[in-house]
């Protein structure tokens, strides 16, 4: 008689010294059921092993081998622990172990709980063993779930695997620790970044240093660490976007990002962004928030970078044209870049058209700041201009917290209108139907408002960084006195946004407004 030895384990080992090796318990397993084969004088056909998969995993490798051979009438009895380590859901117990084996004629035994189905009594003690395991698989789950919620809202990291940069700290539970190694890549990122490179380049360079992408950095560091997309150890767009914008490296612990679709199923799905569990300051930043900030601002921006340089132009959501209040966009001749207002292309009439050199702009800018750097003595003006901007800002904050206001409002105006239409459904005076449509109306209209909400108040977030993050002007100066060419980082720095004008007649001059960071 020749047997087929089959071994599960769910849980991670934490025994293991490296990813090929047994874990103790799967080894233990194997052994218990090695020795009850010999003791029956069975020849052992194979060692089927499939660890660190649950019960309701249907995609085990090992086991899908074993029907795969089972079906080929490779041997005579299929033997494990138990007839949960084989399968915990009633489903499959009837197709293989009541059905199929049978068919094949293989003989299935679970050692530890006397399954058998030679033994023609036993069928009922099999199939209650088989909803037994099947209503334990869901309490488990529900439990775990549990546990696992709470401890999110703690602030407890629960992955199995710490995000990119960090590493779990040994000492205390749920808690991270940086891993300076990888937190330098992600430093980089973000530097290159600002700097004004898109993902793609930056991708592109980190793959020319041959830096290993976060999966595979995974598995060099011995990390069990499994992906749908094998051999993947290059970066890639996706993979640098997902770096900056991942709260995790300001110190806020995110998760509940993803959810099971069954107990009963590995398959994943998103949840909502709404629904994502942050909690701050949980974690030591890998990034201060003047940069983070600043990388944020750029994505929201959604610039495009240079086709040649692969860089996102100096100026780029930086000037507008003075007529139409629109950005200027690039162009390009043999010998210069242009800015231009495409507004006069749209409507005749519509815009006069602004237009300005790249050159001509960077010399105008270079030239004010060093003006302003030589006539430092004149601080009247300059408290004049600081004031002035703040007051701008302000007034802008003082708009926006107007608004919310209102939008608040409206959702509480919402709310009691659909608090009257169930108080008039109950009283009869409208249907169940009628209620369900006019409540549908004030539902949407909750969710509108409160999207302009969240929109008014990250509004806010983004003034309150101009406000903080205003420097003081020597220091500014005394950082960008030497400057003698303008890139990205320091239009970031220095200034708002910039005004230009149209060409005066049978003059040079153009009307060049600088509303600067200060």
């Known amino acids: ?36 084969s010999i003791k029956n004088g069975w020849d052992i056909y194979d060692i089927y092993s499939d660890d660190d998969y649950r019960g309701s995993d249907r995609n085990r490798p090992e086991f899908n081998r074993l029907l795969a051979d089972a079906e080929e009438r490779r041997f005579d009895i299929i ?81 199995s695997f710490a995000v990119y940069g960090y590493q779990k700290d040994p000492n205390k539970e749920g808690h991270l620790i940086i891993d300076e190694e990888a937190a330098k890549v992600v430093r980089e990122v973000f530097e290159m970044f600002v ?30 660490y499994k992906q749908g997309h094998k051999n993947s150890t290059l970066w890639k767009y996706f993979s640098v976007s997902n770096i900056l914008t991942n709260e995790m490296y300001i110190g806020t612990m995110v998760q509940n990002r993803y959810k099971n679709v069954s107990y009963k199923s590995s398959k994943k799905i998103c949840i909502p962004k709404k629904e994502w569990i942050k909690i701050p300051n949980m974690h030591e930043p890998i990034i201060d928030m003047g940069l983070w900030n600043k990388a944020q601002a750029l994505i929201k921006q959604r610039f495009k970078p240079c086709m040649e340089t692969k ?23 043999r010998e210069d870049r242009y800015l231009q207002c495409t507004t006069k292309f749209i409507h005749k009439g519509a815009c006069p058209g602004s237009f300005v050199s790249y050159k001509t702009l960077e010399r105008a800018i270079l030239n004010e700041l060093k003006s302003m750097i030589e006539d430092l003595k004149i601080k009247d003006e300059e408290v004049n201009q600081k004031v002035i901007f703040e007051n701008r800002l302000q007034g802008d904050v003082n708009s926006i917290n107007q608004n919310i206001i209102d939008y608040n409002k409206k959702i509480d105006d919402a709310t009691e209108a659909v608090r009257n239409l169930y108080l008039d459904k109950v009283k009869g005076t409208i249907t169940d139907d009628e209620f369900i449509e006019f409540s549908k109306e004030f539902h949407e209209d909750k969710e509108k408002y409160k999207i302009l909400v969240e929109n008014a108040e990250k509004e806010i977030e983004q003034i309150k960084l101009k406000l903080q993050t205003s420097l003081n002007k020597e220091e500014l100066f005394e950082k960008y006195k030497n400057i003698d060419h303008l890139e990205r980082i320091h239009m970031d720095s220095l200034i708002d946004y910039i005004e230009v004008g149209k060409r005066i007649p049978k003059t040079k001059n153009r009307e060049i407004n600088i509303y600067w960071n200060f």
């Open 195 to 224: 700097a004004g490179y898109s993902k793609t380049p930056i991708a592109r360079m980190l793959n020319e240093k041959g830096i290993p992408n976060p999966t595979e950095y995974k598995r060099q560091k011995g990390l069990r």
């Open 79 to 159: 033997l494990c622990k138990s007839q949960s380590r084989f399968t915990r859901e009633m489903e499959l117990v009837e197709k293989y172990i009541h059905g199929k084996f049978i068919e094949w004629n293989i003989r299935f035994i679970g050692y530890a709980d006397n399954a058998d189905t030679e033994n023609k009594g036993n069928k009922k003690a099999r199939q209650i063993n088989g909803l037994v395991n099947e209503w334990y698989l869901e309490d488990i789950s529900n439990n775990i779930k549990s546990v696992f919620d709470t401890k999110k809202r703690a602030g407890k990291h629960i992955g």
């Open 311 to 333: 860089k996102i132009g100096i100026f780029a959501k930086k000037v507008k044209c003075i007529y139409c209040g629109y950005y200027m966009k690039t162009s390009k001749t």
């Open 1 to 36: 008689m020749k047997v087929a030895i089959y071994c599960r384990l769910s849980e991670e080992d934490k025994d293991k010294q490296t990813e090929t090796d047994d874990s103790e318990s799967i080894q233990n397993q194997k052994n218990m059921l090695i020795e009850f």
